[in-house]
């Protein structure tokens, strides 16, 4: 369900395990179903004696995909108006990544009560690999 | 680059829904989805980053007689001289590209139904010096996506970068 202003406050964090152990498998179910088949994401040998990486990585977009799952957890189905992020350090099989949104004001604009967050994914080493905001609608 | 008929398909949305490890059945199971405050199936946030598959010059797919990076008998199969390669590969293209940012606005949510078509506009591009990767080349993209009525559905705005290294960490 939509939060609601009434029960939010500046500072309120909502945080998940968005993946334990990241498999390849799932780098291909993504590749598959987005259609970015950049050999970075799935193929070992190409990624490693032609890109010079030790091993494949994940689309910056999966992780935008799987803190996505965090924030329309937390703000409801449908009522998300903005989302952006950065990518700030690659994604590698074998990482458990966690989601946090924060509440960063909580306002109205043309009628309209919206909440706005700070979104930050980390890695096991506490290490940020995305950043971004996040808008939705809310209720009074 | 241009996308055209983006039929936005349930079975689609289900199996995106789960390659980003979402098990919320608003993105699969109609009965459940309609009961929901999104009154009925709806698209995961990133979804829009599917419209690649509706894209008949996507670089990021390998095509039918076309030469394709990826390995097979050798560890790719585009030689370093092939006419195809090219010395400075766009954004996204081949081992350098990576995806730097990338914003949504929602002026709704997708549907299935919704048959979706986009024009992808050049935005700016800078350049930037790092210790890390060596010169780094930013360029921006702008993505409306209108549903068959003309209607605006989501503006995506995309940063892509290349780097001069391979980037660890």
Redesign the interface.
Known sequence: MALSAANLNVGDTHTEVLVEDLKRTQLVQYAGASGDYNPVHTDEKFVTEVAGYPTVFAHGMLTMGMTGMLVTNYVGDGQLTKYGVRFVNQVWPGDTLTGTAEVTEIRQEDGEHLVDLKITTVNQNDTPVMTGTATARITA | MAVENFAVEAS?IM??A?????P?Q?YANAAYAEG????GI?A???FA?????FDED?R???KVGHPW???GKE??GIAPKDPGAGDDPPV?MG????????????HR?MRPGDVLSAVVKKGESWEKHSKRAGVLKFSETVTEYRDQTGELVITA?SVGVTTE?????
């Open positions: 689609h199996m995106f789960r390659a980003i490890g979402d919320n608003v929901t405050e999104a009154g709806i995961p946030p990133t980053q599917a419209s690649a598959q996507y990021l797919r390998p990076m990826g390995s560890a790719t996204g081992a350098r590209g990576l995806h730097a940012e990338q914003h949504f606005e929602y949510h705005r290294k391979a980037v660890e960490g």
